[in-house]
């Protein structure tokens, strides 16, 4: 754990002995920040997938943001801003202020380390973007809605009956969790109040971006190779938002061959064809996905006509 900022942040880093050069000289590692997604996504996403790979050639520095995995959840706080200020405060804990780094982001963790590279360039050597969400407008209440949704299936009463005779230890801190920044913290309420960017062409740090093709947010793959200079977009057929879990080695392969070119590693690249949705049943998963988000919205509906049924015989017994 390392305390900054009045939180506890749970983080891992991973290094090694430096490599040598044809003469015999140590060569420097590179090092590599990465940040997750929101809510149910922490740090081992990274762990379990790239870092340990590319720990062979550079320092790997993971976090869990705050309110995710390990680290305190604080009540408020969630906005960008807040996030931007947490890795920075990171960066100098780990003694990497004057040393710019490579950016790795998945979903959520894109618009910090954009932001970052927007307004500290000097931080940032090169960014490899996984998903990248930045606010566009109406992302915020886009983002806070999704949230919602999945929120509001945590409080059924016959998912949390399930979760308390089926889910494993793991699953339930995860789903506790889940719960406890859905309902008691800021989080939902910060990410509407987010302002939407316009500095996309200030962002001067090469960067790569990949995206599923069945995307919810392909629109911002579009927008990103659009309006930042130097970068590369690749859309992944048949993948979608979860894409680091759904083909790791597609993942793991093309960060790689990024980093050879961006910080001269040596990575030996093993070419992976990509996963398609419908072969490990991910058409299946997602068809549920969808039946659940359905369900949920039916169920909000449902909520919100009970509200404002008690709020008029409130009125009319006042």
């Given at each position: ?9 749970h ?25 997750h ?24 520095y ?32 780990w ?49 806070a ?27 339930s ?85 990024w ?33 659940i988000?359905?369900e ?23």
């Open positions: 754990m390392v305390e900054a900022r009045g939180l506890k942040f983080t891992q880093v991973l290094t090694g002995e430096p490599a040598v050069d044809a003469d015999g000289n140590p060569v420097k590692r590179p090092k590599i920040v990465m940040l997604g929101l809510v149910i996504d922490n740090l081992s996403s990274w762990f379990y997938t790239l870092a340990n790979p590319l720990a062979a050639q550079a320092d790997v993971l976090m869990d943001m705050r309110g995710h995995g390990r680290t305190t959840i604080p009540d408020t706080g969630y906005s960008v801003e807040e996030n931007v200020q947490d890795l920075l405060a990171m960066l100098t804990e003694g990497l202020d004057d040393e710019p780094v490579h950016f790795f982001g998945n979903s959520f963790g894109c618009v910090v380390g954009l932001t970052v590279a927007q307004r500290f360039p000097e931080k940032i050597a090169s960014l490899f973007l996984i998903e990248a969400h930045f606010s566009v407008p109406g992302w915020g209440e886009q983002m809605g999704s949230l919602e949704m999945a929120a509001f299936g945590l409080d059924e009463g016959a998912v949390r009956a399930w979760l308390d005779a089926e889910a494993d230890r793991k699953m801190r995860l789903a506790m969790r889940a719960e406890k920044l859905f309902f008691q913290t800021s989080l939902i309420a910060d990410l509407k109040a987010e302002p939407s960017i316009g500095w996309l062409a200030e962002v001067s740090r090469p960067l790569y971006a990949i995206y599923g093709s069945e995307s919810d947010i392909l629109d911002r793959a579009r927008e990103l190779d659009a309006e930042v200079p130097d970068s590369t977009l690749e859309i992944v057929p048949d993948s979608s938002h979860a894409l680091l879990i759904e083909n790791p080695g597609l993942i793991k392969a093309r960060a790689m061959a980093l050879n070119a961006q910080a001269g590693t040596t990575y030996e690249i093993v070419e992976v064809a990509p996963k398609h949705l419908g072969t490990y049943g991910a058409v299946e998963r997602m068809e549920q996905i969808e039946q988000k359905a949920s919205a039916q169920g909000m509906a449902r909520k919100q006509a009970e509200t404002e049924a008690a709020a008029s015989a409130a009125a009319v017994g006042s």
